[in-house]
């Protein structure tokens, strides 16, 4: 059986027939064979066979077909089914396209165009030239070669009077940048959008120029005319501009006053003339912070195509004109030294760590908080010696109790030092102490670090050494009040108790004395009557009666006693010796009775014995009839 795609093939009568059916309630194809002349059928069916396999092998996909048409495909490869929606530009489109600005760690956007040399030929741009006017000359390119990457920044606004309102564009890259199909767009207070320009194709800005775009009613000062009228649109008081790219995605926005509905990070201040961008160092600062990037000073100093410098303490020194590009200052002999982030006046200290005195012009400060860094003036610090920067001051940002981390980088916004810091207490600062970053609670900004484990306790409280905590002055226990008159305070009960009064101890009488033992008087006539007197001659005092005994002499030996006698050591009188008795026994003697299941035993111990003796005699039988057969021959021949 043979399964084929669709249709069932049945050979009858040398004709081919397709055919569908059901199984099981599945479409299947069966190749069918109905027997006509089994021979035939086969050849048939074999010649089918080779007609569709010679097809199938010709004939390309239908899909190969749809794609190729009438090509012939070469080579084949296995690709994903999922469309391709990236733009192919092409050869010539890609080189003419400008590579995005670079970015530093920080995140802030430092526009500054190189030298006019880079750009190429085909740009039409001699070397060495700065061009503040756009090409304006159509360019034909291809509907599809769109620029969706390059950023252009929005440098100036003007807002009043109605008659010269203007918006200004500037190019910070090295190459020119085609606006073809890019848009310019106003956003009112109350949310709603007016387009002010859409750019033709060709239409391109030279690396580091300008393009100014006016309203239709516009005679004069203007590179490109808008097709509105902008008469009433550009409110003085708040609104917001846009640039947005061919896939619309912002280039650059500017929001103002209060109720602007459209800006980056904070609107920048309302009711002025003119908004205009900074440049510092011939560069523009773009933050993405109107608020910051767009405070202006006076507006009539204003005009278009200019590249007004902000006079801020962070801006680097202004450029000299005969030497347009400032030596780099690698800034390697700093070194950052202590943060001061949860204090009521952050502060961040750096130091020189070399041994020479060091310039920190350009060299700059930046945190995880803030886009736009700190940019040192021009300074120098001596060998080991501190410098503080006041937070506040700098336009800088510090997390509290948050993780947060501050960088130090060079002139060129590379990266000399870094240090992070994490829940930091109050009143504490992030400390380098010889080569490691610790807690103190001993904040030195602008002098050496001091290491203080520890914050002052509260009045009334104490540090413990062992825990390290905090603990409660217990109160002094109230002092007992004075014993009465006559009276102290015993030291170890703390109760009171009468003061001894000594006693006086009367003398005694004529012929008394008074004991040492007793302290009674005592007569010293009945003390002299008691005095022992001496012994008379042949006796002696016994120490322990004493009282007088006769010496003994030698007829005094006492005599042995008779036989049967003994000296009593005692009263050492002779006394009759006692007959001496056996000992008694530890225990009362038992008698012993007779137990009547006793013989018993010894009559089974006969028994077993008997049974043994005929078990063995039985055994033996033959050996003991030829034992006593010997005996009585024995027997008889001694008779």
Not at 89 to 103: I, L, T, V, W, Y
């Amino acid at each position: 059986m043979l399964i084929l795609p669709q249709n069932s093939i049945i050979i009858r009568k040398n004709r081919l027939i397709f055919r569908g059916g059901f199984y099981f309630g599945k479409k299947y194809a069966t190749l069918r064979v109905v027997k006509h002349k089994q021979g035939a059928s086969m050849k048939y069916l074999r010649y089918t066979l080779l007609m569709i396999l010679t097809m199938a092998l010709v004939i390309p996909p239908p899909s190969t077909q749809a794609e190729s048409g009438d090509a012939v495909v070469e080579n084949t490869a296995v690709v994903d089914n999922k469309p391709d929606l990236t733009p192919k530009p092409s050869d010539e489109s890609r080189e003419n396209k400008p590579a995005p600005p670079e970015k530093s760690d920080t995140g802030i956007k430092i526009h500054q165009p190189n030298d006019s040399s880079a750009v190429k030929k085909e740009d039409n741009l001699p070397a060495n030239t700065v061009v503040d006017k756009p090409t304006t000359t159509p360019v034909d390119l291809p509907e599809d070669d769109v620029d969706v990457v390059s950023e252009i920044v929005i440098s100036k606004i003007r807002l009043s009077p109605a008659n010269d309102k203007y918006v200004e564009l500037y190019n910070p890259s090295n190459r020119a940048v085609n606006l073809a199909k890019w848009k310019l767009e106003y956003i009112a207070s109350s949310g709603k959008v007016r387009i002010l320009s859409e750019f033709t194709n060709g239409q391109l800005i030279a690396p580091g120029g300008f393009l100014v775009i006016k309203d239709i009613k516009s005679t004069k000062g203007y590179d490109i005319k808008s097709d509105a009228n902008w008469q009433s649109v550009l409110s003085k008081t708040s609104g917001a501009v846009r640039l947005l790219r061919p896939n619309s995605t912002k280039s650059d926005t500017i929001g103002w006053g209060k109720e602007a509905q459209d800006f980056e990070k904070r609107a920048a201040a309302g009711n002025k003339e003119v908004l205009w961008r900074c440049f510092t160092g011939g560069a523009v600062v773009d933050s993405n912070d109107n608020a910051d990037d767009l405070d202006g000073n006076d507006n009539a100093l204003i005009e278009p195509r200019t590249k007004p410098s902000c006079t801020r303490e962070s801006d680097p020194p202004a450029v000299d004109p005969a030497n347009p590009d400032p030596p780099l200052n690698r800034c390697d002999s700093l070194g950052l030294s202590e943060i001061g982030a949860n204090l009521d006046e952050q502060f961040i200290e750096i130091v020189n760590i070399k041994n020479q005195d060091a310039s920190v012009s350009g060299c700059k400060l930046a945190t995880n908080r803030t886009k736009k860094p700190y940019v040192f003036g021009d300074t120098k610090l001596r060998a080991g010696e501190y410098l503080k920067v006041d937070v506040k001051s700098a336009k800088l940002m510090l997390s509290k109790r948050s993780r947060g981390e501050v960088y130090l980088l060079d002139s060129a916004g590379n990266e000399i030092d870094t240090a992070a810091y994490e829940s930091m207490p109050d009143n504490s600062s992030w400390s380098l102490i010889g080569s490691e970053w610790v807690k103190t609670y001993a904040p030195t900004p602008g002098g050496k670090n001091v290491f203080k484990e520890f914050a002052d306790c509260k009045p009334g409280y104490v540090r413990n050494e062992l825990t390290g905590k905090c603990n409660k002055i217990p109160a002094p226990a109230a002092l007992p009040a004075p014993c009465p008159a006559g009276q102290y305070r015993h030291p170890e009960t703390g109760r009171c108790r009468k003061i001894a009064v000594a006693k006086t101890v009367t003398p005694c009488k004529e012929g008394y004395y008074r004991s040492e033992a007793t302290g009674r008087c005592r007569s010293i006539a009945s003390a002299a009557a008691k005095t022992l007197k001496p012994c008379p001659d042949g006796q002696f005092r016994n120490p322990a009666t004493g009282r007088c005994k006769k010496i003994a002499s030698a007829d005094d030996v006492l005599k042995e006693c008779p036989e049967g006698f003994e000296r009593n050591p005692k009263t050492r009188r002779c006394r009759k010796i006692a007959k001496k008795a056996a000992p008694a026994a530890a225990f009362a003697p038992e008698n012993i009775k007779q137990v009547a299941g006793a013989t018993w035993g010894w009559w089974a111990f006969g028994g077993i014995s008997s049974l043994a003796a005929g078990y063995g005699a039985w055994q033996w039988r033959w050996e003991v009839s030829q034992i006593g057969r010997k005996i009585r021959k024995f027997v008889s021949r001694g008779k």
